[in-house]
């Protein structure tokens, strides 16, 4: 009576075992199936996630050549507003060679007058070969000559280089989106050829800039 009572309970100690055994089997078994599908489900979302930031780039690029082009003045308005303001350019060359006492500003309103003189030429000579008729003055900028014409000394030299570094701040910034996205195929041109020759003029007075600081 009693050897069949322990039997019994050894077969079902092993039968309680082995069913435990396999339940565990199972359930490794299903867990690494399941991480195995979530590392695969998230290397084809992340995958997904890179082709659509591609996507998204590549339209943000094609939007801001778009734009870019869009803003760009048309060839008259911008020959029109390179003659005012290089007709400006001479006139404050001018000034800056009677007024300050410091020699680079001299020699730096020397420059002005003799580069933008030769840049008007050739923008005229580009406007009438497109029937463009230009302004004959200074235009908007008139304000910004009186009030230096009205200085003197060390106030007009501080002046008139704050004035010059961010008029050609300028200058170069729309040179550049010109001589890149023009519609006209000789403003670009010109655009392009003008470039440097601003660029070397902001370079000069900002080093002037420097050193009266």
Known sequence: MNRSFIYAGCMAAVTALAVACGTTSTNVNVTSNANHANANYSNSNS?????????????????????GSMTTPSPESFLSDVVEG???????????????????????????????????ADAKSLAAKKNINLPTGMG????????????????????????????????????????QNSSDPDVKAFAAKTLPVLQKHLDTVKGIQSKMK
């Open 47 to 67: 995958s997904m996630t890179g082709s659509a930031s591609n996507t998204i780039g590549n339209a943000a690029n094609s939007v801001s050549n778009t734009v």
């Open 86 to 120: 290089g007709t400006t350019e001479v006139e404050l060359g001018k000034l800056a060679q009677t007024k300050s006492k410091n020699p680079d500003i001299k020699k730096f309103g020397q420059m002005l007058v003799e580069d933008h003189s030769k840049a008007n």
């Open 140 to 179: 908007s900028h008139q304000s910004t000559y009186d009030k230096l014409k009205g200085l003197s000394g060390d106030d007009f030299d501080k002046e008139f280089v704050e004035a010059m570094v961010d008029d050609h701040e300028k200058d170069v910034s729309t040179f550049q989106k010109e001589s």
